[in-house]
């Protein structure tokens, strides 16, 4: 069921030159269409969702209009889409080859088929080749065609090439996924047992050389198995090579690439995080910053702020990483900038990197003015666990900039927040505020040291418990800590 929201998430996530399409696309329906474009700019015009004032300008239609200009967004962008998109030109052909054969057309219908075939090859879309092959089959003995043996043998033979090709990517997919839920679960396997463990759940075998499948897709994800994999067992010499060899992989379906560059800069964000990952491997990372900035699909603003979104938090990171905190706000002027270009100041793990950046660095005026901006517009359902720890940094905040009564007044905030996702048991971010701070604020000075030693231990017992990797601003905090122990 479609929730309140969602005709404005739909709106806030399309393009200029989209919602421009859109609205052009709209006015040719005449009068007809002006309602819902009034709705459409109202939505358009919102920072944050609020149902309040549509419902006093639409009263009674509101929700039938909602749904209306939901489908109609989506209509249009469709048809926007397919302008650029082979995969959306490939199904238009097969939708043409129905209409027509129903027509009566049987030569123009089997011409969109031959055309819908060689696309789908192209774009190494073994599925949709299947239906392709079906569809050949079906209307050559519908309309009692002369058929040749030697026809069904060879519809027989490429019916067998592309399932053997769909089971071998499907393969390669489903451990894939389940490699990636044991770096959730584990990040990286600790010991023998653990390993030995692994590869009786997970057919491990299927990552040997001699085991390489044949399908182009399959190949592309062999190379990210491995990559996870290694990243479990800590090897990163061998993540970087079959990250590296997953990256190489596209130059080899320039069709593909440009039709799937989302997934390219995936692999190319992936690739540049493990460079970061190992010594002097930097300017190696730097080298693919630029290759991808000089790529022919990059030209599009919304290639460009798939690049940005990618690889600015990357970047970010790897400097967090290296404790070298200046280095990382000296690139916020440039990210900010681009989050205000490409819309994306509502991206909560850019917005949250930036306000833990100006923590560390101890600007604490900036601390405070982006985590206002997380909490005032960012819904709580998405990454709790930013919006969690963002608010110890901004309580922090405020005690070194010692507004004392701000201070207790967001201490108060935050914990309302806290018990509002009451899990039955109290967080970390609990019992950081209402244990540790609180000892820490109200010390008295022969105790303060103390207190401050107390929180380091805490903290230090946080980061040995299993899946500490995934705990969000522990490092954060201990850095706070030992800043005010010197």
């Known amino acids: 069921m479609r929730s309140k929201e969602d005709l404005f998430h739909l709106v806030q996530a399309m393009s200029k030159s989209e919602k421009r399409y859109f ?116 209307s050559l003995f519908d309309r009692r065609a002369r058929v040749q043996l030697e026809h069904i043998e060879k519809w027989n033979e490429e019916q067998e090439q592309t399932l053997a090709a769909i089971d071998e990517e499907l393969k390669y997919l489903d451990l894939y996924c389940r490699l990636l839920l044991e770096v959730f679960r584990e990040f990286n396997l600790k010991d023998e047992r653990s390993i030995e463990a692994l590869k009786k759940r997970l057919p491990i075998e299927l990552l040997e050389g001699k085991n390489l499948p044949r399908s182009p897709q399959a190949i592309r994800r062999f190379y990210q198995c491995n990559a996870v994999y290694y990243n479990l067992l800590g090897d990163l010499e061998k993540v970087y090579y079959f990250s590296l060899k997953a990256v190489e992989w596209w130059e080899d379906f320039p069709i593909l690439k440009e039709e799937e560059f989302h997934h390219y800069v995936n692999n190319v964000s992936n690739l540049v995080n493990t460079c970061y990952k190992i010594d002097g491997y930097f300017s190696v990372a730097q080298d693919w910053f630029e290759r991808l900035k000089n790529e022919k699909s990059s030209g599009s603003l919304h290639n460009q702020k798939v690049i940005f979104r990618y690889l600015s938090i990357t970047k970010l990171l790897y400097h967090l990483n290296k404790n070298e905190f200046v280095a990382a706000s000296q690139l916020l002027p440039e990210i900010i900038e681009g989050m205000n270009k490409f819309g994306l100041k509502k991206s909560i793990a850019l917005t949250g990197n930036i306000a833990t950046v100006y923590f560390l660095v101890g600007d604490y005026r900036n601390c405070i003015k982006w985590v206002d901006h ?22 922090i905040a405020l005690y070194e900039l010692d507004e004392v009564e701000l201070t207790e007044l967001e201490m108060r905030s935050a914990n309302r927040f806290y018990k509002s996702a009451e899990s039955g048991k109290e967080s970390i971010e ?54 005010k122990l010197k």
């Not at 944050?48 to 239609?61: G, I, T, V």
């Not at 082979?86 to 129905?98: C, F, G, P, S, W």
């Not at 209409?99 to 055309?115: P, V």
């Not at 505020?433 to 105790?447: C, D, G, H, M, T």
């Open 374 to 395: 997380i909490v005032k517009t960012m819904k709580t359902g998405g990454r709790q666990d930013i919006q969690r720890i963002v608010r110890l940094y901004k309580i």
């Open 23 to 138: 609205v052009l696309d709209a006015k040719k329906s005449g009068r007809s269409a002006s309602r819902y474009l009034s709705l459409f700019d109202a939505v358009n015009d919102m920072e944050e969702y609020d149902e309040e004032p549509l419902k006093k300008k639409f009263a009674a239609n509101l929700s039938s209009d909602k749904s209306y200009l939901y489908e109609a967004i989506l209509r249009s962008m469709r048809d926007y889409r397919s302008q650029a998109s082979k995969a959306a030109q490939v199904k238009e052909r097969l939708m043409d080859a129905r209409y027509l054969y129903e027509r009566g057309l049987y030569d123009q219908s089997t011409e969109r088929i031959m055309e819908a075939k060689t696309m789908a090859a192209e774009l190494e879309d073994k599925f949709t080749l299947l239906e392709i092959n079906r569809e050949e089959q079906v």
């Open 430 to 483: 609990e019992a950081v505020l209402n244990v540790y701070l609180k000892q820490i604020f109200n010390a008295p000075l022969s105790e303060y040291k103390n207190s401050l030693r107390y929180f380091r231990t805490y903290l230090t017992e946080i980061k040995q418990q299993p899946n500490a990797e995934n705990l969000l601003g522990v490092d954060e905090l201990l850095i706070w800590v030992d800043s």
